[in-house]
């Protein structure tokens, strides 16, 4: 198992363009992270694990660094989804800024998301034998992708 983490580790580390010492600070606190949640999920205790911090803080890499674990060393079915994903389009929060306040055609202010497709996604994630599409966000345009550039997945997910 130690090879096969290790393997995942250095790849992860590659793919992602992550500083060396990213392995070490992973060993360390992450696999065991990623240990007691691979539990969690085995005693039905969790199926969805939540990650917060601040814009650039590492949320999507430890997210990513997670779903890899569970899948390549506990041999779980994972899927790490974002927030950002699931914001509104443009044109929908154009519209609230101007019939509610202005604030509202920036992404992330409160109301921003599609909060039906993001609990819907994930229904289907846990539940729906199938394919599962999860939407994506193109934030250098600010506008939700189009349905056939959305990620497809295997359902249901552990």
Do not use: C
């Amino acid at each position: 198992m130690h090879r096969t983490m290790d393997e995942g580790l250095a790849t992860f580390v590659a793919e992602e363009q992550l500083p060396r010492g990213y392995i070490d600070t992973a060993r360390r606190w992450f696999v065991p992270l990623a240990d007691e949640v691979a539990r969690a999920i085995g005693n039905r205790e969790l199926k969805i694990l939540g990650i917060v911090g601040a814009q650039g803080s590492g949320k999507s890499t430890l997210a990513g660094l997670l779903a890899m674990l569970l899948n390549r060393v506990h041999g779980l079915r994972t899927v790490a989804v974002s927030l950002d994903d699931f914001y509104l389009t443009r044109a929908q929060r154009q519209r609230l800024a101007e019939e509610i306040h202005p604030l509202l055609i920036t992404r992330g202010v409160p109301g921003t998301h599609d909060l039906p497709l993001a609990m819907g996604t994930l229904d289907t994630l846990l539940a729906q034998p199938g394919e599962a599409t999860i939407p994506g966000f193109d934030k250098s345009r600010d506008e939700r992708k189009s349905k056939p550039e959305w990620s497809r997945v295997a359902a249901p997910v552990d």
